[in-house]
C-alpha cells in the first residue's frame, strides 16, 4: 500500500487561507469517506483534527475543514495562525482493511 | 483521564525481538479497536497494524508482515507489538492510538516509545 500523496510544504501569513491536497487511489480516498487529518506539532504525538472527510472532533476550531473530490481529499486552514504551524498528515481507509497515510505537509507561518 | 500510554522501548540489536506495551485508562479498554502507528526520525507516520475490540480480527501493514504481531489482553487494559527480526529501518517511535467508536479515525494516542536498532 503507497502512501498518500501530499504536498512537502506549504506556507501563508497570518490570517490567509491555505489548503493541503491528499491524493489516493481508487482503492482508499476514491472508494471511502474514512479520510481523517492529524496535526503535529515537533516531538509530540498527532491529534485528530478531522473525520470521515469534513467532519470536526469536539474541540477542533472551525478554522479547519474538509472536503473531498474523486481521488483527492483536502484540508483547509482558514483564518491562518501562528500556532498552525505544524506537519499535517491524511488517513484513509483501504479496500485492503488497513490504513494508509500521506506523506505528510509541513505547514509554515510567515 | 482517557490515556494510552506506550513501554518496552529501547536498544535492539539487528535480528533480535521486542515487545511493545500500550496500557490504556480512562475508558472501556474492551469496547475499542485499537491500531499501532510508527514514525521514523524525521520522517512520516506509517500505519502498521489493527486489532478489533475482541482481538478477533488482526490486519497488519505489509512492511511488517510476518515480522510484527499485534496482540491485546482485555483483562489487563493493554494492547502489545512483538516484534521479531528487527532492521535497522525499524528505527522508529512507536505510537498506539485508539479507533473511535462508529468512525475510522485515531481519536486517542499515545505519547510514543522510541526504538532504536543497532549494533
Known amino acids: 500500500q503507497s502512501a498518500l500523496t501530499q504536498p512537502a510544504s506549504v506556507s501563508g501569513s497570518p490570517g490567509q487561507s491555505i489548503t493541503i491536497s491528499c491524493t489516493g487511489t481508487s482503492s482508499d480516498v476514491g472508494v471511502y469517506n474514512y479520510v481523517s487529518w492529524y496535526q503535529q506539532h515537533p516531538g509530540k504525538a498527532p491529534k485528530l483534527m478531522i473525520y470521515?472527510?469534513?467532519d470536526r472532533p469536539s474541540g477542533v476550531s472551525n478554522r479547519f475543514s474538509g472536503s473531498k473530490s474523486g481521488n483527492t481529499a483536502s484540508l483547509t486552514i482558514s483564518g491562518l495562525q501562528a500556532e498552525d504551524e505544524a506537519d499535517y498528515y491524511c488517513n484513509s481507509y483501504t479496500s485492503s482493511s488497513t490504513n494508509v497515510f500521506g506523506t505528510g505537509t509541513k505547514v509554515t507561518v510567515l | 483521564q482517557v490515556q494510552l500510554v506506550e513501554s518496552g522501548g529501547g536498544v535492539v540489536q539487528p535480528g533480535r525481538s521486542l515487545r511493545l506495551s500500550c496500557a490504556a485508562s480512562?475508558?472501556?479498554?474492551?469496547?475499542?479497536?485499537v491500531h499501532w502507528v510508527r514514525q521514523a526520525p524525521d520522517k512520516g507516520l506509517e500505519w502498521l497494524a489493527l486489532i478489533s475490540f475482541d482481538g478477533t480480527n488482526k490486519y497488519c501493514a505489509d512492511s511488517v508482515k510476518g515480522r510484527f504481531t499485534i496482540s491485546r489482553d482485555n483483562s489487563k487494559n493493554t494492547l502489545y507489538l512483538q516484534m521479531n527480526s528487527l532492521r535497522a529501518e525499524d528505527t522508529a517511535v512507536y505510537y498506539c492510538?485508539?479507533?473511535?467508536?462508529?468512525?475510522?479515525?485515531?481519536?486517542?494516542w499515545g505519547q510514543g516509545t522510541m526504538v532504536t536498532v543497532s549494533s
Open positions: 480512562g475508558f472501556t479498554f474492551s469496547s475499542y479497536a
Open positions: 470521515d472527510v469534513s
Open positions: 492510538a485508539r479507533d473511535s467508536l462508529g468512525i475510522f479515525a485515531f481519536d486517542i
